[in-house]
């Protein structure tokens, strides 16, 4: 696990000095691979690529990077694993190679050589961000893995074009001139995450997931500007094309069947995900899927799994007991680090750096802090992440579940039906929902604002519709400028929850999820994997009927069905708790002058980016305890917080605010 840069040049724009910026891109990026750098550069062709090392596998001089190719064709600066790589080093040499070292580096430049860039790209399992450069045809290629777990990012400059891992390299580039899209703002505030189709800088843009964009000089000729050069990336694997095989060719094998082949899938998962050539662990929680990824390392390993969880003062938001119940039971060597709310607090300060294009999902704070913890005692840590994703693991699931019926009759019917939940909803909702001789289920459905959400749901005229109604921070209009929301590429299905899943693995998961991970894993010099995320789990995962993932009111059902082979279910069967941290009650208490300092009225104008009255008005609700509008209002923080750090207007550093209420607790 790495970090890569890399500058191209417009034919004419040649020089030693405009590429020497590779220094700088590069040094930027030292957190993502602390164990050495390298360079290399073609002044005549304008190119220049550098690498920030975290050696993993082949921690010799060997695996350094760039690296060339045996024939000297192609330079790699390469970030990710390639988990099958001893398999295809074997298959390259029997057709005649032969290496060096043991990287799987090397295997990836001779299976370009050998099969070409996209067949290669077909055989591999594993996670990856590169830039390739072809000495040959003079072009570069850039590539990302399936899913999107590692980041790429790519701007046009003065004098051509620069990628890299994170936007700190981008903007270490002399002749980069940053400017805030007013879309990725309102994206941001929408959703608490910066789409792929966006960034916050213009000019900028994160190559898509699966994505390879191939530019020579021709290419980038043409390209006036980011969105030209986006338009140019193709795929190399379909989730969509994934998606609908899977749903034509739908496992018809029983239950146990299903189970067992999914055990087997994610053994080999697991398995491949525990080569390393230094000290790996894994994250527990003690849900289901931490829980899972930990008891198949257990059962695969000669020694106790070194496993690590965060404890928190807040019982409502602490999991350690049970991680610590299923620790004991599978014999990892666990170590728990507790903390205090102002221990959590105390990172805030560090988003803006850790995060560099504004990141609004609270869990963002202990897995920056579970991240820390285990890179105290191992280099790669395995995570549960896709779990939900891959096998329908959030409330939206089970609701849509529901609804599934509803929502296939006529748009008149429930446009009827969402009227009288909304009328339910209101006035004497509570006293007629007490004399109802009604179901504990659906009395506790019919409390609070839940109906009236319900209502709100059923009324989407799309199943695009509920999903964003579903996901969406709030329905306030809090910017100056809208989301752009692009064309739904979603493909059509046959039931409410595939749409919903395909959409969470198509945006939530590589936006939000895999961004959270990367970004607080790296920022450590930790290398976290994801066997949940394996290729071959979400090709099986998409064959699985919906009932093998939603059954009795429940998601991951079949993933459960796996973990009990392990594990008894007493020490994992209860409501789903989420990693977060309470937001709502800090800002109220000791974050409530550092919030009220970054949402100051005039502060917020002089901007230019959001409605200052109705963000005043929505903190002042959320502040005098009328409505929780913490999500929001986290994502905004966020972003006020993202530009101090970037030279916008700011009033008093959030770390001068912060300490004296740290030292309160």
């Known amino acids: 696990m790495c970090g890569i840069a890399g500058i191209l040049l417009f034919p004419g724009a040649s020089g030693s000095a405009r590429l020497s910026a590779i220094e700088r891109m590069t040094g930027s990026l030292r957190h993502r691979g602390p164990d050495g750098e390298g360079f290399w550069s073609d002044q005549s062709a304008g190119i220049a ?155 900028v843009f994160k190559l898509p997931p699966a994505g390879i964009l191939s530019l020579g000089a021709e290419a980038l000729a043409a390209s006036p500007d980011a969105e030209a050069l986006r338009a140019k990336a193709r795929i190399w694997w379909s989730l969509s094309e994934v998606a609908e095989n899977g749903r034509s060719d739908l496992c018809t094998a029983g239950d146990g069947e299903m189970a067992a082949e999914l055990d087997r899938l994610l053994r080999q998962a697991v398995r491949e995900r525990m080569v390393a050539d ?44 049970n991680a610590a119940g299923v620790a004991r039971h599978l014999g990892t060597d666990h170590t ?53 994703e891959c096998f329908a693991g959030y409330a939206r699931h089970f609701v849509a579940a529901r609804l599934d019926p509803l929502f296939g009759s006529r748009l008149v019917l429930r446009r009827l039906a969402a009227a009288a939940m909304a009328l339910l909803a209101r006035g004497s909702r509570q006293n007629l929902v007490a004399a109802l001789p009604l179901p504990n289920g659906v009395r506790r459905a019919l409390q609070g604002d839940r109906l009236g959400r319900l209502a709100h749901l059923v009324a989407a005229t799309s199943a695009r519709e509920m999903y964003e109604r579903m996901t969406r921070l709030s329905e306030l209009p809090l910017t100056l400028s809208p989301e752009g929301a692009g064309p739904d590429a979603t493909p059509p299905f046959d039931d409410l929850v595939s749409s919903l899943i395909f959409r969470d693995m198509a945006g939530y998961l590589p936006d939000d999820i895999l961004v959270k991970l990367d970004r607080a894993s790296m920022a450590t010099s930790l290398e976290a994997r994801c066997p949940l995320l394996d290729h071959r789990v979400i090709e ?24 009990a082979r392990y594990v008894p279910p007493r020490l994992f069967e209860r409501p789903k708790q989420g990693f977060d941290v309470p937001v709502g ?66 009033a008093r550093p959030a770390t001068e605010i912060l300490e004296p209420a740290l030292e309160g607790g």
């Open 49 to 203: 690529l550098g690498h920030r090392r975290l050696a993993i596998v082949d921690l010799t001089a060997a695996g350094r990077q760039p690296m060339l190719s045996r024939s000297g064709r192609f330079v790699i600066t390469y970030n990710g694993e390639i988990y099958n790589f001893p398999a295809l080093r074997r298959d390259l040499q029997a057709l005649g190679h032969s290496f060096q070292g043991g990287s799987d580096t090397e295997v990836l430049l001779a299976g370009f050589e050998q099969w070409g860039i996209e067949a290669t790209l077909r055989r591999t399992s594993g996670m990856f961000a590169f830039g390739l450069w072809d000495r040959g045809t003079r072009a570069l290629h850039l590539v990302r893995d399936r899913m999107g777990k590692k980041p790429l990012y790519v701007a046009r400059t003065l004098n051509g074009i620069v990628f890299a891992s994170e936007l700190k390299a981008i903007g270490a580039v002399p002749d980069f001139r940053p400017e805030v899209d007013p879309k990725a703002v309102a994206a941001l505030v929408a959703y608490g995450w910066v789409p792929h189709e966006h960034c916050i800088w213009r000019n």
């Open 278 to 321: 230094v000290p790996i662990g894994a994250f527990l929680s003690g849900g289901i899927d931490s829980s899972t990824v930990v008891a198949l390392m257990q059962a695969q390993s000669s020694r106790p799994v070194r496993t690590f969880t965060i404890a928190f003062g807040e019982a409502a938001y602490d999991e350690s007991v």
């Open 336 to 388: 728990e680090l507790r903390l205090t709310p102002a221990d959590a607090r105390e990172v805030i300060p560090e988003m803006p750096r850790v995060w560099d294009e504004p990141f609004a999902d609270e869990s963002q704070i202990p897995t920056l802090l579970v991240s820390r913890l285990a890179r105290r005692h191992v280099t790669v840590a395995l995570s549960g992440d896709g779990g939900d």
């Open 540 to 563: 099986f995962a998409w064959r699985l009927p919906t009932t093998a993932k939603v059954r009795h009111g429940q998601g991951k059902w079949i993933l459960r069905e796996v973990l």
């Open 585 to 650: 009650g800090w800002l109220r208490g000791p974050l409530k002058a550092w919030a009220a300092d970054l949402l100051a009225e005039p502060r917020l104008r002089s901007q230019g980016l959001l409605d200052a009255q109705a963000v005043q008005a929505c903190w002042q609700e959320h502040a005098s305890g009328r409505r929780d509008r913490s999500r929001v209002l986290w994502a905004i923080l966020m972003l006020q917080a993202w530009l101090d750090a970037h030279g916008a207007p700011a």
